[in-house]
């Protein structure tokens, strides 16, 4: 089966040509016998904030959240309550490159988060499928278009509509907190999911 990433990036700017990715989640779902198993990575990378939108920073809470320690350029800070790990920044390119090597994105939109991970893997890195998925466009096709309402449609009301709570105020705008209510919107959409 094919293996899909559940992914989201919280960054410096809305441009992918002005700011950068600072915070990387990726939910790999891998199947082994045909059973789903999730593996959830995070990752933050010390950006340059000469090009940072200050409102971008406030809204992904950059200042209270950002772990990076002083002297380093990146960090693993998958741990829900645990060490971060220092790193450089290019092992963590080779990290990202290495879980998401012919996934399929799925995301709230992915293509945003592409964007930015074409940037910050650098050009012609990208080796996952053409096609992200993004989980309003499945809930809009579950709960049908006139039920969606008129565009731009509303991930938060869609995602109720199929069964899923988006993300509490403190969870939103984590790249982890939203990698999960990506997979959990896929799952109420797509059925299954992992154990």
Known sequence: ???????????????????AAWEVAIILRDFDDNTPTDTEYVW?????????DPEALRISRYLERFAVPPHAEAAWTGYESGPVLPMARAKV??????????????????????RFLRRLLGPGSAQWHYRPYDIVQLAAAKVGIESAGPL??????????????????GVAHTALGDARWARDVYDA????GAR
């Open 44 to 52: 933050q990378i010390r950006p340059n904030l000469a090009t940072a």
């Open 152 to 169: 731009p449609w509303s991930s938060r009301k869609l995602s109720r509509a199929v069964g899923v709570e988006p993300p509490a105020d």
């Open 1 to 19: 089966m094919t293996v899909i990433a559940f992914v989201d990036t919280e960054t410096t700017h809305l441009d992918a040509e002005i700011g």
């Open 189 to 192: 959409v797509m059925g299954g």
């Open 93 to 114: 390119v080779a990290a990202i490159l290495d879980v998401l090597q012919g996934a399929i994105l799925v995301g709230s939109n992915p293509g945003f988060d592409d």
